[in-house]
T-cell receptor
Framework: GQNIDQPTEMTATEGAIVQINCTYQTSGFNGLFWYQQHAGEAPTFLSYNVLDGLEEKGRFSSFLSRSKGYSYLLLKELQMKDSASYLCAVRDGDYKLSFGAGTTVTVRA | IAGITQAPTSQILAAGRRMTLRCTQDMRHNAMYWYRQDLGLGLRLIHYSNTAGTTGKGEVPDGYSVSRANTDDFPLTLASAVPSQTSVYFC???????????FGQGTRLTVV
């Protein structure tokens, strides 16, 4: 089975940077995904990593180290609208897509 | 507009009743998934299908069944609902193993 861990909550100030860590243990690996979910809404895709390294997409970046079973999502220049839950997901060797419990980020003025 | 559609949006169901949650996508995606989301537990995989005609069990499959007769549809059936199945259910699909999953808007199910 999958074991995907991420912090429960994080708080940061508008304009700041926040890093959300995710560690995982899976049977095989076929990619790591980050999703954003606002309260009462469906998750929406943010980023995808399958090779080691950093993927940058505007204010959001995601990093992967397969040997360490570790990823992080970096949110820069935080805005109030970034207050949401951020979900780490891993696709395993059977192509099942499993999620961590999510990290609730609160952005304060 | 192409996408993934779930029905119903919400439902109140008496315990012991049978219920099928519908999920349809028109993107010709191979893989489809059913998740339940409960406060503090995140999204938990119930069942999945990598291609039409095949299904697999996820993390919490007990009490649920699925079928994948064609590419577009992936219904989830609760044979005899229990209160612990009260949750928000999300269906998702992805084109291939290296692409992101797209989510439906969810079904809020309350079993009383």
């Amino acid at each position: 089975g999958q074991n995907i861990d991420q912090p429960t909550e994080m708080t940061a100030t508008e304009g700041a940077i926040v890093q959300i860590n995710c560690t995982y243990q899976t049977s095989g690996f076929n990619g790591l995904f980050w999703y954003q979910q606002h309260a009462g809404e469906a998750p929406t895709f943010l980023s995808y990593n399958v090779l080691d390294g950093l993927e940058e997409k505007g204010r959001f970046s995601s990093f992967l180290s397969r040997s360490k079973g570790y990823s992080y999502l970096l949110l820069k220049e935080l805005q109030m609208k970034d207050s949401a839950s951020y979900l780490c997901a891993v696709r395993d060797g059977d192509y099942k897509l499993s999620f961590g419990a999510g990290t609730t980020v609160t952005v304060r003025a | 507009i192409a996408g993934i559609t779930q029905a119903p949006t919400s439902q109140i169901l008496a315990a012991g009743r049978r219920m099928t949650l519908r999920c349809t996508q028109d993107m010709r995606h191979n893989a489809m998934y059913w998740y339940r989301q409960d406060l503090g537990l995140g999204l938990r995989l119930i069942h999945y299908s990598n291609t039409a005609g095949t299904t697999g069990k996820g993390e919490v499959p007990d009490g649920y069944s699925v079928s994948r007769a064609n590419t577009d549809d992936f219904p989830l059936t609760l044979a005899s609902a229990v209160p612990s199945q009260t949750s928000v259910y999300f269906c998702a699909s992805s084109a291939a193993e290296n692409t992101e999953a797209f989510f439906g808007q969810g079904t809020r199910l309350t079993v009383v």
